[in-house]
């Protein structure tokens, strides 16, 4: 019976790549949340801005313009926050994805390796039964042969 003498290692990198791609689907999920966050935080800015150019036609007083104006800067801020966070989480996203594929490479050489001793093993298998049966012909065909010649 085919034995793959690797069979500990294979399952070992097969679960590495399944601990990788839960990472990197961790990862792409807090990435989604950081780009809804950043989505908010622009629509929140864009609504301000537009409120602001509303009340600048109207009469405001300074102070309830530098209220608009700081909380505006606040937000844009708050948005260039975001988006270096955003930019790091894909860099990390990068690497987890280099990380899987590396995981999924090793994986597909040791499976590759296992198809390759099957069938190098089978084809051997096939040869040892073949000279098995000859052996048993070869045998039958004598003994036939000597109970005529007796």
């Known amino acids: 019976m085919y034995k793959f003498k690797l069979e500990p290692v294979l399952?070992?990198?097969?679960?590495?790549?399944?601990?990788?791609?839960?990472?990197?689907?961790?990862?792409?999920k807090e990435l989604e949340e950081k780009l809804s966050v950043l989505s908010k935080l622009k629509a929140e800015k864009e609504y301000f801005i537009e409120k602001m150019e509303l009340l600048e036609t109207q009469e405001i007083n300074f102070?309830?313009?530098?209220?608009?104006?700081?909380?505006?800067?606040?937000?844009?801020?708050r948005i260039e926050e975001c988006q270096k966070i955003i930019k790091k989480f894909?860099?990390?996203?990068e690497k987890k994805r280099a990380e899987l594929i590396a995981y999924y490479k090793e994986r597909k050489i040791l499976q590759r390796l296992d198809e390759q001793q099957r069938i190098v093993y089978e084809r051997e298998m096939k040869i040892l039964?073949?000279?098995?049966?000859?052996?048993?012909?070869?045998?039958?065909?004598?003994h036939e042969s000597i109970k005529k010649i007796i």
């Open 11 to 28: 399952k070992f990198k097969k679960q590495l790549e399944e601990m990788a791609q839960i990472e990197f689907y961790k990862k792409i």
């Open 63 to 77: 102070q309830d313009y530098l209220i608009y104006k700081n909380y505006i800067n606040l937000l844009s801020n």
């Open 90 to 93: 894909l860099e990390e996203i």
């Open 129 to 142: 039964e073949n000279k098995f049966c000859d052996e048993i012909n070869t045998i039958c065909y004598n």
